[in-house]
């Protein structure tokens, strides 16, 4: 059986006077290396494509990480700050896209802009400055340093008991009941959506990853960066993999469907 699918919707960006349609090499090498699969890219065109042509051939998505924020008309909150980078073109695409891909059962993994997209396609909503938070410490990176540095370990999550995170885990032979991650991002999680589950948290108390228990496939989301060199990171790696089995799964379910039609 071939590879599945796995499509990540772009980036909309303007460099000088032509329109380009992008996603982060990361994110592309942690779906055909740490997944397994073959990575498509989805353009975020004024006229979205079809979902449901492309729910027909894909057989999971994965929603990146942005330099860009959900605008927060999607959400009920007030205008962005001047300065604040936006991109309506991806929100025209993601935002129906991830609730058509859940309802579907086609598998999705969320990561930082992802993560937040997948909260408010879920009913909630986002902190847009979460270092102005009460309690909350800085989880923004300081864009002087080098990449490396700005990608090293900033502080600890803690995995919630007996979930999905957790199962995920044990089942790639790395149990464990906290761990380091990075942290990269300027918003998060304000309310938290019916129909989510909290997976891990931060020590300020920063929601840090989320399930959908409720969901017909694999719906998983994290607030920070697993696809950075997640072949160093056992974490990481359980992560992709089990994502990248839910996949597979999802194809050969769906070449089993056709064949008995």
Known sequence: MPRPLVGIPCDFRMLGPHPFHAVGEKYIACVERGANALPLLIPVLPQPLDIGE??????GILFTGS????????????????GVLQDPMRDRTTLPLMRAAIDAGVPVLS??????????????SLHQHIEEQPGFFDHRADPALPVEVQYGPAHDVKVTPNGMLSRILEADN????SFRVNSLHGQGIDRLADGLKVEAVAEDGVIEAVSAPGAK????GVQWHPEWQFWLSGVSSAIFTAFGDAVRSFAKNRVRAAERV
């Open 54 to 59: 492309l729910l027909s051939r894909v057989d």
């Open 67 to 82: 330099p860009s924020n959900v605008a927060p008309e999607h959400y009920k909150g007030p205008p962005p700050r001047d």
């Open 111 to 124: 990561i930082c802009r992802g993560f937040q997209e997948m909260n408010v396609v879920f009913g909630g």
């Open 174 to 177: 790395v149990p464990c009941t």
């Open 217 to 220: 496939g694999f719906v998983f």
